[in-house]
């Protein structure tokens, strides 16, 4: 599709977000077992070395940047985006520049801060923290989409908005080779 066509495809509606979101996070799985978990279980178990939690987290944002801005910049389209058919554009349907798929990361990730700070208030436990993190991640970052008050075919959410980007949802028809 040209990026005219591109820019005047309607925004993914919130269940699709969700969708995709959920489906983006078993990918993730994925990439964070094959980078971080058999690396670090590699020097756990021959070196009895543990990285501090602040390095791990440090890792873990710049594996999963390196992932999303590959994809982004590639196609438009992570994995679980292409199988929703979701495709990110930049200004007018262009192709996003790297720059401004770090940006849209960045973004993308703010959600992290509200988290950082219920777990300092409320001391929550492990898996208390993964629950939180799980539906913060899933249902309310997307549901920043109803603070844009343009029309709901229109709509983007927070990260898009500050990132210049946009999320438009491709037609069935539409065979998408990235």
């Known amino acids: 599709m040209t990026p005219a066509e591109l820019n005047v495809l309607p925004?993914?509606?919130f269940w699709r977000r969700v969708s995709c979101s959920l489906y983006e996070q078993l990918v993730l799985l994925g990439v964070i077992a094959f980078t971080f978990l058999l690396p670090n279980l590699?020097?756990?178990i021959l070196f009895n070395i543990s990285l501090p939690s602040w390095l791990t987290f440090i890792y873990l944002y710049a594996v999963l940047a390196m992932y999303f801005v590959w994809y982004w910049t590639k196609s438009g389209q992570t994995l679980a985006m292409q199988t929703w058919r979701i495709r990110m554009i930049g200004q007018n349907g262009y192709k996003l520049t790297k720059r401004q798929a770090l940006w849209r990361y960045v973004f993308g990730s703010l959600w992290i801060m509200p988290c950082v700070l219920?777990?300092?208030i409320f001391h929550l436990e492990k898996w208390q923290i993964i629950e939180?993190?799980?539906t913060v991640a899933l249902f309310l970052w997307p549901l920043s989409i109803y603070l844009d008050r343009r029309?709901?075919?229109e709509?983007?959410?927070v990260p898009d908005r500050f990132a210049g980007t946009r999320?438009?949802?491709l037609p069935k028809n539409l065979v998408t080779l990235a």
């Open 118 to 120: 219920l777990q300092f």
């Open 42 to 44: 590699g020097l756990g």
């Open 151 to 153: 029309i709901p075919i």
């Open 155 to 157: 709509r983007q959410g």
């Open 167 to 169: 999320l438009v949802e």
């Open 11 to 13: 925004s993914p509606h």
């Open 132 to 134: 939180m993190l799980f």
